[in-house]
């Protein structure tokens, strides 16, 4: 298949880890809240897990030079985000890729940023978990404390940045991130990942680029320590706790924490994800707008009526609804099923950017579709692919009888005669019978348009609600049940006498 995977490293170039990048975009949003939230959890434990790694390398190393010293404690890190990728987790510094699936019309802003939100919280949670369980084991005491004082230290200094530094410490952190994330698309091989990962986190580690998921674990931890470690802890180090009285919860949710995560967002969402996006996205094609087909209503609506109601020339104008869902030319056409089974609808119509009306698309193009590919479909199908160009649209002043009788009947079947006059077809049915039993194929729903404009919707559902006065008072739906509910009682009544 065009999406599946290659079997070696390096079959993707550039422009096709966009699209992997795109389909890595859209799962992002695919998954159910508790799946998102529960692997969000776990990737706010890997990178609090680096954390600790890095904590390790990096104390004692006094004796080492500045930047080696801090290397080591890059590439100690970079397991966080290995542990990400190959074992699975909803990192939010990743997350904010969906970015390309917004771009793309894939998902609305809405639910991209519901679902940055459900990973946000869900690395949260993550990041004060493991919190709880290094605080148990007490690992702050390694090393005589200085385990612990190191963790003082770089928490603190976190919260020494100016907003405008720590926001552009974020933009280049998320950068780094999501460009070693970005690399493992041309690979599906474990190992070439894993490697591909390391030395852009090495080098946001080392440098001291700022990680908002890293820093829920960091700063926190910190801040424990200088609230709960024993006197015993600040006598061996010779330190007093009131060094990092600044270490507070408010100081690192506005100092560090909220320019961080907007810092992130650029740096990853923004200048990778749309970045790319832009540079190697599809041109829109200049797609023609399409053929509108006005019925000829000129001999319809010929039976005599004398019903008062239809006298009064109901018009499609006082019954189309407006066309809440449409659907775009560029929109897998697996996107426009969803829509349209969940808001109940055989078809909508397709309108481009700039609001044009380009097509149609029906639950019946799909299914011819499936049928002609033996129900393995191409999941790079687009609407356009599918869509009707040539539409049956109606305007706002066409009478509600014209269309409920072209919805019913088509007199060239109803009356099969030549030009002439001259029967084409004889028949014993009467013409109730022939009215009844004939199949048409006409739509069940128009666009409604006015100069090549869609103006709303009119279905064979609208139509019936126009005409249902004719068939007397309406009945309330709870009258309804309650007669329901009184004839199935009848019926246990009589099946006792029995």
């Known amino acids: 298949m065009a999406s599946a995977m290659p079997s070696t490293p390096g079959d993707f170039n550039p422009k096709e880890m966009m699209k992997q990048a795109e389909i890595y975009a859209v799962g ?68 904010v890729l969906s970015a390309i699936a917004c771009a793309n019309r894939q998902i609305t802003p809405r639910r991209m940023i519901a679902t940055w939100s459900k990973v946000y919280a869900g690395n949260f949670l993550g ?105 015993s802890f600040w006598v061996e ?10 270490l507070t919860i408010s100081n690192f949710v506005f100092a560090n924490l909220i320019p961080v995560t907007l810092g992130n967002i650029v740096g990853g969402g923004v200048l990778v994800g749309l970045g790319y996006w832009t540079i190697y996205r599809a041109p829109l094609q200049a797609l023609p707008g399409a053929t509108l087909i006005q019925p000829d209503f000129s001999n319809q609506s010929t039976r005599n009526m004398d019903n008062t109601m239809l006298q009064d020339n109901l018009l499609v104008n006082d019954f189309m609804r407006p066309a ?25 119509p397709v309108l481009t950017q700039d609001q044009r009306l380009v097509g149609y698309f029906s639950l019946h193009d799909s299914l011819v579709d499936l049928w002609l590919n033996d129900y393995m479909p191409d999941p790079e199908r687009k609407v356009q692919d599918l ?87 309406m009945v309330a739906v709870t009258e309804l049940e309650n007669d329901a509910r009184h004839s199935d009682n009848t019926s246990d009544d009589r099946a006792e006498l029995a």
């Not at 939230?37 to 006094?62: D, Q, R």
């Not at 897998?332 to 109940?344: F, T």
């Not at 100069?451 to 019936?464: A, C, E, N, W, Y």
């Open 324 to 348: 809440d869902v449409t659907l775009q030319p560029g929109m897998p056409v697996a996107e426009a099923l969803d829509q349209l089974l969940a808001a109940q609808l055989t078809g909508a």
């Open 28 to 95: 992002k949003t695919a998954k159910p809240t508790r799946t998102t939230v529960a692997l969000a959890v776990t990737a706010g434990v890997f990178i609090g897990l680096a954390f600790v790694f890095y904590l390790t390398v990096t104390t004692g190393g006094s004796h080492l030079s500045w930047g080696l010293n801090r290397l080591l404690g890059g590439l100690a890190f970079s397991l966080g985000l290995i542990l990400v990728v190959i074992c699975g987790g909803e990192l939010f510094t990743s997350t």
């Open 237 to 246: 180090l010779g330190a007093d706790p009131s060094q990092y009285a600044d």
């Open 387 to 473: 869509m009707k160009h040539e539409i049956q649209t109606v305007s706002p002043d066409n009478a509600i009888v014209e269309i409920a009788e072209y919805m019913s009947i088509d007199k060239n079947i109803l009356y099969p005669v030549s030009s002439g006059g001259i029967a084409t077809q004889l028949t014993t049915q009467s013409l109730s019978e022939r009215a009844r039993t004939m199949v048409i194929t006409r739509p069940h729903q128009f666009p409604v348009v006015v100069d090549d404009k869609l103006v709303g919707i009119i279905s064979r559902q609208d139509v019936m609600r126009a005409l249902r006065p004719v068939y007397g008072q």
């Open 127 to 231: 990041a004060m978990l493991l919190l709880v369980l290094v605080m148990m084991a007490g690992l702050y005491q390694l090393d005589g404390g200085q385990w612990g004082l190191n963790a003082l230290n770089v928490a603190q200094h976190k919260l020494h940045h100016q907003p405008l530094q720590a926001f552009a410490l974020g933009v280049l952190c998320n950068m780094l991130v999501c460009l070693a994330v970005w690399m493992t698309f041309c690979s599906a091989n474990m190992m070439t990942k894993m490697a591909m990962l390391i030395l852009p986190v090495a080098m946001f580690v080392s440098t001291g680029f700022e990680h908002s998921v890293a820093n829920m674990f960091m700063v926190p931890l910190g801040i424990t320590i200088q609230h709960l470690a024993p006197a």
